[in-house]
């Protein structure tokens, strides 16, 4: 059963500091590695989607990698900003039972203050 | 980008009412859309995976008579909780799968907050 786990639960930074977010899951057959984040009471949001073939993906000031034969994946945030400050989710896509689905590790509490 | 909606955003009833809560694509046709629960400080849990015109596929331990899943079309998808109680309080998301993209890419509404008194 593939499982999903994000250290650390939460991390706490002053501004503009660089910071990573780790992602690793138990079973590496997977069809993507999404990155979402989501603000408190609210839905998510996608960042960054890095297909099973793909080392990494960058958007911005953001930057994933996925090593899949090792399960790993890490989130870069560059020169981090308050606004930064979110839950942030990692997803891994993987087909099960004949359909595909994500499952979800249980996310980094991100604080970033001035 | 693609927008998926859900209404309401908070409901609060009463215990042994039922509750339903709509999905809709907005922008794009979702052949398949998945219902999402999370508890505070916890990860996203799948409920189910509903494909337009069929049934739904329940994950293990979620029972569907309880959770009742319609998807009539391309752009809607409905949970209905029914005889609610206490313990189904939970913030409950739904995502879209866009028919047309390779990636499988989906797409979150802004969830809803569901209170049992």
């Known amino acids: 059963k593939q499982e999903v786990t994000q250290i650390p639960a939460a991390l706490s930074v002053p501004e503009g500091e660089n910071l990573v977010l780790n992602c690793s899951f138990t079973?590496?057959?997977?069809?993507?590695l999404q990155w979402f984040r989501q603000d408190p009471g609210k839905g998510l949001t996608s960042l960054l989607l890095i297909q099973s073939s793909q080392r990494e993906q960058t958007s911005g000031r953001l930057n994933a990698s996925l090593d899949k034969s090792s399960g790993r994946s890490t989130l870069y945030i560059a020169a981090s900003q308050p606004g930064d400050s979110a839950t942030y989710l990692c997803a891994v896509r993987e087909f099960s039972g004949g359909y595909n689905k994500l499952i979800f590790g249980a996310g980094t509490r991100l604080a970033v203050h001035p | 980008g693609a927008v998926v909606s859900q209404h309401p955003s908070r409901v609060i009833c009463k215990s042994g009412t039922s509750v339903k809560i709509e999905c809709r694509s907005l922008?794009?046709?979702?052949?398949?859309m998945f219902w999402y629960r999370q508890f505070p400080k916890k990860s996203l849990m799948l409920m189910a995976t509903?494909?337009?015109?069929?049934?739904?596929?329940?994950e293990q331990g979620v029972e569907k008579d309880k959770f009742l899943i319609n998807h009539a079309s391309l752009t809607l998808s409905t949970l209905t909780v029914t005889s609610a109680h206490p313990e189904d309080s939970s913030f409950y998301i739904c995502?879209?799968?866009?028919?047309?993209?390779?990636?499988?890419?989906?797409?979150f509404g802004p969830g809803t907050r569901l209170t049992v008194t």
């Open positions: 079973d590496s057959a997977i069809y993507n």
């Open positions: 922008d794009f046709q979702a052949t398949t």
């Open positions: 995502s879209a799968r866009d028919l047309t993209s390779g990636a499988y890419e989906q797409y």
């Open positions: 509903s494909n337009e015109g069929s049934k739904a596929t329940y």
